[in-house]
């Protein structure tokens, strides 16, 4: 059985952030879904598997105060908090295996880039769904993005699941409505494309 926590320590400790197939210069789809919730800047914000990713960088810039960022690996926060420097401080940083995280508070908005399409096990999908539920506020946003049908079948030497807006929002149940979906074509650092597509819905 696959260790989580030790196969993305290992990814973080071997390669630089710059350099995994999932790095973004600027993660311009999510922040440009961020600002159409118009959430206030001082509501509560997790980044679910943003250990290396530079959206929590600028969210900052946009004033948002009240940051969180999840992650299963260690070495992937303390990247992103070297990177930061003295403004690391006033971010909330949670390591854990998102199927076992149990949430400080509630969130206003769940961004979610790098983590579920890898849960294969409907188990874990259910369990995610479960702390997803528990942890949004009623009206809260969760913006999402996974590999789309017809795209990747792998990523990072892992086995993952595509979703289509119907495929998700069967997973997600009746709790969640969906706004909008919009695909995109991420070219990695060694130049490969791959298929993703985005989703922001509401907790009804």
């Known amino acids: 059985m696959l260790d989580r926590k030790a196969h993305w320590q290992n990814v973080y400790q071997e390669k630089s952030p710059l350099a995994v197939s999932w790095y973004q210069e600027k993660p311009k789809l999510s ?5 159409r919730t118009q959430i206030a800047r001082d509501e509560a914000i997790i980044d679910v598997g943003g250990g290396a990713s530079v959206l929590v960088d600028y969210l900052q810039k946009e004033g948002f105060t009240n940051l969180s960022v999840l992650d299963i690996s260690e070495n992937a926060l303390d990247s992103t908090k070297k990177r930061l420097g003295d403004s690391a401080k006033s971010i909330e940083w949670l390591e854990a295996d998102i199927t076992q995280f149990q949430p ?5 908005l769940w961004h979610d880039r790098a ?34 049908i017809g795209g ?8 993952i699941v595509q979703y289509d807006s119907k495929k998700l929002s069967t997973e997600l149940g009746a709790d969640f409505e969906l706004i909008e979906s919009i695909n995109e074509v991420h070219i990695t650092p060694s130049n490969q494309e791959q298929k993703f597509v985005y989703f922001r819905f509401i907790k009804t």
């Open 31 to 35: 922040l440009e879904m961020i600002r």
């Open 104 to 108: 400080p508070h509630q969130f206003s």
């Open 115 to 148: 983590v579920f399409h890898f849960l294969t096990e409907q188990s874990d999908r259910e369990r995610y769904v479960n702390t997803l539920k528990y942890s949004l506020r009623l009206g809260g946003h969760f913006i999402i993005a996974a590999f789309a």
């Open 152 to 159: 990747a079948k792998k990523c990072s030497g892992l086995e």
